[in-house]
């Protein structure tokens, strides 16, 4: 592990010296008028506080919001939107800073996501409803439940970020970062020379099943971290990291029923920090997903979409 994780920090500093010599332009956001991954889904946005999220729904129901991770997008949740929707409303969307949602030079701190998120409930009318993250769209889901308890119907968090997380994590790729991430302006330089390369990396180390990151599927990632302002937002959220220790204690308070996915093979948050989560939250339960990573949801969406619907019906 230590072997590979040096040969991680001299790929990222030899791409940072190489960045100056192929550094691609930075793409304007241009919100698309369809979801690549479903065409049937309508294309939204809502202001918050000034800001656009940019966002879809379907069916009818109870609703449910599905929370994306670090430098990710709604994409994520491809294949969970349609079998969702059959009983309930799902709304998917693109936090504050990623995807196509604005990104607003800010502080992007836990309580900034927390505080957007509340901000998109009551943009869209949503009184209360069962939320679904995954990575730091999980730790999003439970402070939501910590700090806005009366928004949150139940939980299902997947491979979720602790409060800890800094301490946590364990690969290599965000390893790297977390070695640097108190030098001057380094990180932030580390994030913008990233290169197809380092994020198709970033990409496998998200998954037990290499072979699911297609040229497809790691252009459309790479696209989204192209656009103006991306560079900000993930150094500022990294900076910020920090800041979720101060719910680490409240965890016990959560009093809704809450429900952990956790993939078998996840490299980033392994199986010892699910058994903590379960062990913090009062009556939540753990379900495994074999032979599946940081991403199950996607990785293995028959499980995980088959353990999220009995959940549901039985909570």
Not at 73 to 85: C, I, K, R, T, Y
Not at 116 to 125: A, M, N, P
Not at 216 to 243: M, P
């Amino acid at each position: 592990m230590q072997e590979r994780s040096a040969v991680t920090h001299l790929r990222w500093i030899f791409s940072l010296f190489r960045w100056p010599l192929r550094r691609e332009p930075r793409l304007l956001l241009v919100r698309p008028d369809r979801i690549d991954w479903n065409p049937s889904l309508p294309p939204l946005t809502v202001m918050v506080d000034g800001r656009s999220i940019f966002y879809t729904v379907k069916g009818e129901g109870e609703p449910i919001v599905l929370i994306h991770g670090f430098g990710a997008g709604m994409w994520v949740w491809e294949n969970q939107v349609e079998a969702l929707s059959r009983s309930h409303r799902v709304y998917a969307l693109d936090l504050i800073g990623h995807g196509s949602s604005d990104r607003p030079r800010i502080s992007y701190t836990p309580e900034a996501y927390l505080h957007f998120l509340k901000g998109f409930l009551d943009g869209v009318g949503i009184r209360k409803a069962t939320l679904i993250g995954n990575s730091m769209g999980g730790g999003i889901a439970w402070g939501m439940a910590i700090l806005f308890p009366e928004r949150v119907e139940s939980l299902i968090l997947i491979d979720c970020a602790p409060p800890d997380v800094l301490k946590q994590v364990k690969n290599n790729s965000f390893l790297t970062l977390v070695s640097i991430k108190r030098l001057p302006l380094l990180p932030k330089l580390v994030i913008a020379s990233r290169d197809r390369r380092s994020i198709k990396q970033v990409l496998e180390e998200c998954v037990f099943d290499r072979r699911k990151i297609t040229p497809e599927v790691l252009d459309r990632q790479y696209q989204l971290l192209r656009i103006e302002g991306t560079t900000w937002v993930l150094y500022s959220t990294l900076k910020n990291a920090e800041d979720a220790l101060i719910f680490k204690d409240q965890l016990s308070n959560i009093s809704v029923p809450s429900f952990l996915i956790w993939g078998e093979k996840d490299l980033i948050f392994p199986l010892s920090v699910a058994e903590c989560l379960r062990q913090a939250i009062p009556g939540s339960i753990l379900k495994v997903i074999e032979k599946s990573g940081h991403i199950p949801m996607w990785e293995t969406p028959e499980e995980v979409n088959e353990a999220i619907l009995s959940f549901l019906r039985t909570k």
